[in-house]
């Protein structure tokens, strides 16, 4: 079965945005550049990857209230295609990481832990009897995004 995971490290480029769908489902986004360096011909050149990032339930909440611009973090996740047709009938496309872990880098920086209460019943994770999934299965349905007319990024 093929895998589509990704593991990136870099710094966030915008405050994490929380929003929630019409369900009451947590999803907040936010942006991270990925820098990698290299030398050509003894000169040492640096190249900029953007990425957009989507963390769904209580992870989601997480990210929203422990990180903020410019916070160098592992985001670990898969690549997912989203594609619609704007109002003025163009088809667009992107390609975002859908998160399932998010982490500060300690690598020039400290953190300090706090673990959440685990919530019971009607909690805002999605997996069922007992699992942790901080996001909807690949194989159920997403919750409709409802954030006005325009798409989420």
Known sequence: MPDNSVTLIGNITRDPELRFTPSGQ???????????????????????????????????????????KGARVIVNGRLEQRS???????????VEVVADEIGPSLRWATAEITKNERREGGGSDTGGGGGSSSRPASNEPQPAYSGGDEEPF
């Open 26 to 68: 947590a999803i907040a986004t936010f942006g991270i550049a990925v820098n990698r360096r290299f030398q050509r011909n003894n000169q040492w050149e640096e190249q900029t990857s953007f990425f957009n990032v989507t963390a769904w339930a209580t992870l989601g909440e997480n990210v929203s209230n422990s990180l903020s």
């Open 84 to 94: 619609w047709e704007t109002q003025e009938g163009e088809k667009r496309s992107v």
